[in-house]
């Protein structure tokens, strides 16, 4: 059993800054992928950026080049770097791990904010 909380959300203006961290209770060394996945009444959750244990990663089209997802797997912890936040980045913030299709976790969420 693995639990991830994050944390890192909070309110801020269009075109500023805000780093999300994801802290697992074991190790994360072993999964296949890590995520950020994010969701709003309007909206199913959709992927916003992926990491693999090899360390290679994806993004949606509507974030790339603007935020950046990392680890640290001696803190067992995952990062996401959001820069030039815009208000439709608005949504709940949710930490994933991925090791077989029996063994996923989420986070329980964080609240992203962006006023105009």
């Known amino acids: 059993q693995v639990q991830l909380v994050e944390s890192g959300g909070g309110l801020v203006q269009a075109g500023g800054s805000l780093r999300l961290s994801c802290a697992a209770s074991?190790?994360?060394?072993?999964?296949?992928?890590m995520g950020w996945f994010r969701q709003t009444p309007g909206m199913q959750r959709s992927l916003v950026a992926l990491i693999t244990s090899g360390g290679s990663t994806n993004y949606a089209a509507s974030v790339k080049d603007r935020f950046t997802i990392s680890r640290d797997n001696a803190k067992n912890t995952m990062y996401l770097q959001m820069n030039s936040l815009k208000p439709e980045d608005t949504a709940v913030y949710f930490c994933n791990l991925y090791r077989a299709p029996w063994e996923v976790y989420w986070g329980q969420g964080t609240q992203v904010t962006v006023s105009s």
């Open positions: 074991g190790s994360i060394s072993s999964s296949q992928s």
